[in-house]
Nanobody, 123 residues
Framework: QVQLVESGGGLVQAGGSLRLSCAGS????????MGWFRQAPGKEREFVAT???????YYADSVKGRFTISRDNAKNTGYLQMNSLKPEDTAVYYC?????????????????WGQGTQVTVSS
């Protein structure tokens, strides 16, 4: 059974940094494309970043230059380094996996999801 567990969320002041982790089990991590999404209260879940099996990275315009997605296949773990955080980054952040090499920006194309971790940025 595939499981994804996020950690690293919390409360931070604007301009600060957080690093989210996504630990996976139950599948061959290196065979999956990984993505991060977020959902703020009253809003739809939105794409944040994705990293392909080969390490190619893609970002939403709103986080480009501030967030960095990475993966450590040996540890079955993915990461989202978030710098220069803004109050509008406040949301529950989810990691997700989809089998195969192709990246995807739509939540519906991902097969497995974590439970989410809360990130709150105060002004």
């Amino acid at each position: 059974q595939v499981q994804l567990v996020e950690s690293g969320g919390g409360l931070v002041q604007a301009g600060g940094s957080l690093r989210l982790s996504c630990a996976g089990s139950g599948r061959t991590f290196s065979s999956y494309t990984m993505g991060w999404f977020r959902q703020a209260p009253g809003k739809e879940r939105e794409f944040v970043a994705t990293i392909s099996r080969s390490g190619g990275t893609y970002y939403a315009d709103s986080v480009k230059g501030r967030f960095t997605i990475s993966r450590d296949n040996a540890k079955n773990t993915g990461y989202l380094q978030m710098n220069s955080l803004k109050p509008e980054d406040t949301a529950v952040y989810y990691c997700a996996d989809r089998w195969g090499p192709a990246v995807a920006y739509e939540a519906g194309l991902y097969n497995y999801w974590g439970q989410g971790t809360q990130v709150t940025v105060s002004s």
